[in-house]
């Protein structure tokens, strides 16, 4: 085509142009859906509900919620601009939600961006009963005790998501031109659990290389042994969180300082919690 280009009039080189730019742009953000297990997981074998998509709620953005079939969607950036190392991204939402926008979708293209493979992982997360699971989370929030109880067994299905994600990903590392060596665990809130939780619970070969939690609730780990073999820690969050998880994250940091292990903090003084990708001004 490029040899021949000089022959065609402008407006349909221009046309042309056009349409190699889109191709190069749906490739920088190719999309593929992958179910992490053949059947229903261990944990939640009776669950008979749907997963939907809930746009209005009062978190204005989009959710997911009554994962049942926990799926990687991955978004893979252009392979000109891969540098071989991915990112499994966890949205947050209590483990009643998954903010599959703020806190998944839109950091995967960002990071797509900077040349790194992200996979937006949707674990399992409590039974909704009505089409607005934002507002049943809300009734909840006063007591995070009763909520934990609530949750209890939902997060050790979500952790053993986020284990499984890990597996797949550095099984076919090759598979998506990434590095094994190289893949890292990044989860918001209640993702941040997650991330945190497949730290603390893994073994040398699903740990993820490296984990990033962001406004991170720890509480809800049993465990929070910290591994020998502990990978390093972004851990980000902000001073005001109004629902007080900011100590979550500089204890964390204080914990793996303690234990010699690599880890850097950043915590903005304002911010709240839940700003995701959102611009707060």
Known sequence: MHCLSFLLPAKKKFFISLFALLLLSTAANAQQVIQLYNSKPAGSENWNWEEKDNNKNMFNTRVAYNVVQPTLTAYLPAASSANGTAVIIAPGGAFHTLSIESEGIDVAKWLNAKGVAA???????????????????????????????????VVTMAVADGLKAIEYVRTHAADYNVNP???????????????MGTVFNTAAANRPDFAAPVYAYIN??????????????????????????????????????????????????KGGHGFGMRKQD
């Open 220 to 269: 809800a780990l049993k465990n929070q042994t910290i591994p020998t073999d502990a990978p390093p820690l972004f851990i980000c969050a902000a001073s005001d969180d109004q629902l007080g998880m900011a100590t979550h994250s500089t204890n964390l940091y204080n914990a793996w300082i303690g234990a010699k292990k690599e880890a850097e903090l950043h915590m903005y003084v």
């Open 119 to 153: 996979f937006v992982l949707k674990y399992r997360v409590v039974h909704s009963v009505t089409d607005d699971p934002v507002a049943e989370l809300m009734k909840k929030m006063g007591d995070f005790k009763k909520l934990d109880q609530e949750n209890d067994s």
């Open 181 to 195: 060596k190289r893949i890292g665990f990044m989860g918001f809130s209640a993702g941040g659990t997650v991330t």
